[in-house]
């Protein structure tokens, strides 16, 4: 999804690409970033974003299919970035649908694949962009979608891979190049 969504001119793209000799499979989230406002949509004030979230989990025997991550202290994420501001995007089963729990992604290494681990309790609640208060604990008993979203408006090119998602209680080494999983640790797919 992206500003065009709204009538704005981002371009984004979610790809899977194929692991290599020297990548892993990984998902390429890359595009374009405009902050051209639409001429014919007044009601249009902003535009400049890109994000991508799996899909809802379909439903079950027993109702609703969620990750239950609450024996988690952190999300890993092993990525290769650009260097822009991304943000990792939770949204759990509250009581505030449109309600989206948001973690900077901090890439300390720009083209090189690393390990970002973010504590689940750094996360802030957010809805439309904008910070609510008070400051609810994330339900991560009742995870329903991950993704990361590009929202610093400065136009031009993006691009990020993302080869795994992973809740675990290691804090690991964010430098490392393979982070074994454990039975403390559960891989989170869409």
Excluded at 31 to 37: A, P, Q, R, V
Excluded at 40 to 49: L, T
Excluded at 144 to 169: E, H, K, M, Y
């Amino acid at each position: 999804m992206s500003d065009a969504d709204i009538g704005g001119f981002s371009k984004a793209t979610l790809e899977q690409v194929p692991a290599t000799a020297s990548e892993p499979t990984h998902a390429r989230f890359h595009g374009k970033i405009s902050i051209d406002l639409p001429p014919n949509k007044p009601q249009v004030q902003r535009s400049g974003y890109a994000a991508w979230r799996n899909k809802d989990r379909g439903p079950t025997l027993f109702g609703k299919s969620l990750w239950d991550v609450h024996r988690y202290a952190f999300l890993a994420l092993r990525i290769k970035s650009d260097g822009r501001k991304y943000f990792v995007n939770v949204q759990t089963e509250s009581i505030v649908y449109t309600d989206i729990h948001q973690h900077r992604l901090y890439a300390q290494r720009p083209g090189e694949w690393e390990t970002v681990i973010l504590n689940w309790n750094n996360f802030v609640r957010t809805n439309y962009g904008q910070v609510v208060e008070p400051q609810n604990e994330m339900m991560t008993q009742k995870v329903r979608t991950i993704g990361i979203g590009l929202t610093d408006r400065v136009p031009g090119s993006f691009d990020l891979s993302i080869a795994s998602i992973w809740a675990t209680n290691r804090m690991g080494d964010g430098d490392s190049h393979s982070l074994d999983r454990t039975k403390s640790e559960e891989v989170i797919e869409s």
